[in-house]
């Protein structure tokens, strides 16, 4: 990946964010009229700060999913056994899950006493969609991978989002966008390097 493609990612990425944010805080406040997050009041939380804070989470998204890559070539170089790290990957996705759902039941009281369950299925479902047209796209060893970005990776994100100062709209306010995100760039991984690919492949064959 070069600068140029790097960019697009990061900008378009911020932009995905801000319009995400944007449509989930309107949802939001029309269903919620006490919405507030992060110490952000619904009465002063208008759309244009919401796209505001939408760019900050489509950055700390891109961040997350950088960081991602370069675990995942760390974790490679020291295993060297690509197997382990998928089997480390697919345990510490379910242990995520399972972490994600009990958190929210702890904080029940915050979150009500449907979130706890509801948002890790609805993780999970849209992880293993996500995960299941990647593999389409490329092949079957980006299951894993994708399931891991798509669950532990959102979930180390939204974690401010999860105290128990915030409520149920806090959290759908912070995982949705997270998603969004999330799912964009590693569905467009594989489109922004594919060039450059073939265009190696087709210098070799010529050579």
Not at 34 to 54: P, Q
Not at 92 to 119: D, K, M, Q
């Amino acid at each position: 990946m070069n600068l140029k493609k790097w960019f697009f990612l990061f900008w378009s990425c911020m932009a995905l964010g801000a319009v995400a944010t944007a449509i989930t805080g309107s949802i939001m406040q029309w269903t919620d009229q006490d919405f507030g997050f992060m110490g952000l009041e619904a009465a002063g939380f208008n759309a244009a700060m919401m796209a505001l804070v939408g760019t900050m989470i489509g950055a700390f998204s891109q961040m997350g999913f950088f960081a991602y890559l370069t675990l995942n070539y760390i974790a490679l170089s020291i295993l060297r056994k690509k197997y382990l790290w998928n089997a480390l990957q697919a345990y510490t996705t379910l242990f995520g899950l399972l972490a994600l759902g009990y958190i929210l039941y702890e904080n029940r009281a915050s979150f009500n006493n449907w979130l706890f369950w509801v948002l890790p299925v609805v993780l999970a479902a849209i992880a293993f969609t996500v995960a299941t047209v990647k593999t389409r796209q490329t092949n079957k060893s980006a299951f894993v991978p994708t399931m891991f970005l798509m669950i532990v990776v959102t979930f180390i994100e939204a974690w401010p989002a999860l105290g128990s100062e915030n409520n149920a709209s806090a959290v759908i306010f912070m995982f949705v966008p997270l998603i969004v995100c999330n799912a964009y760039q590693i569905l467009m991984l594989h489109r922004l390097i594919k060039p450059r690919v073939e265009e190696d492949t087709a210098g070799a064959k010529a050579g």
